[in-house]
């Protein structure tokens, strides 16, 4: 079959990639690398692809969309949060230190967590109709462990998660070579090349679903309208 044979068209989709390594720009990054093989699948298909690395900005600790409100001098993330907000897709990565997620990734999720609560205008939460997904490296054990508590935390604000949404590179456990070392082998994998092009498009096509139907049905799920007395039919077994 023709590659081209029933290709969905995504353009007009727009995707944000944070990298969550510890390594600043322009230092060589291995989940840049592993990053960038996601990016340049997105930019094939069309989708407009905005990227940065967390640590080169100045984001502030706390879970407020703007720490200067609570005593901060400085905070980044208000806008950086505009051009989260922008895309259709959130795709988090970062590295993996003791078999868990980086303390800068822990940040990211912290500052998505405090806008939260804010609602669209349909009453959602302000996340809903978004895409999510995770990409990881390392040396060591721990990319299911960082999928599993980065998927769950950005299914919990409101993203939407597809199939598959996860992808890494850890080597040879124990601890094996970096993702970028010379004759590791991980620009060459193929499970990991796979599992990335597969986490890639099927954030693709959930986006892609999401902004035919104009953004997750909001009917069961809206804030404003449970607020105001609306309770989609739940009852209370305790006024029976």
Not at 50 to 58: E, G, L
Request: hydrophobic share 35%; net charge negative.
């Amino acid at each position: 079959m023709s590659e081209n044979a029933d290709r969905p068209d995504f353009t007009g989709l727009k995707a944000m990639y944070i990298n969550c390594t510890l390594k600043r720009s322009p230092e060589p990054s291995n989940t840049q690398a592993l990053i960038d093989r996601s990016i340049a699948v997105m930019e094939r298909n069309g989708v407009s692809v905005d990227s940065i690395r967390a640590v080169d900005y100045d984001i502030a600790t706390g879970v407020r969309p703007d720490m200067t409100e609570y005593g901060w001098d400085r905070d980044d993330w208000p806008a950086l949060l505009e051009r989260v907000l922008a895309a259709d897709i959130l795709v988090l990565g970062g590295p993996i230190w003791l078999g868990d997620n980086s303390s800068v990734m822990r940040r990211v999720i912290e500052r998505l967590y405090g806008y939260s609560g804010v609602l669209n205008d349909k009453g959602q939460y302000a996340y809903y109709g978004r895409v999510g997904g995770a990409l990881f490296t390392g040396n060591e054990d721990g990319v299911k462990h960082c999928a599993m508590s980065t998927l769950y935390s950005l299914q919990h604000i409101g993203y939407s998660i597809p199939p598959q949404a996860d992808a890494g590179w850890i080597g040879e456990a124990g601890p094996g070579p970096s993702y970028l070392d010379e004759g590791s082998g991980g620009p060459e994998n193929d499970f990991v090349n796979r599992n990335t092009t597969f986490l890639t498009y099927n954030l693709l096509h959930l986006a892609s679903i999401l902004r035919a139907s104009g953004g997750f049905p909001a009917y069961g799920n809206q804030r404003s309208e449970w607020d105001a007395g609306c309770h989609f039919g739940y009852e209370n077994p305790e006024y029976r």
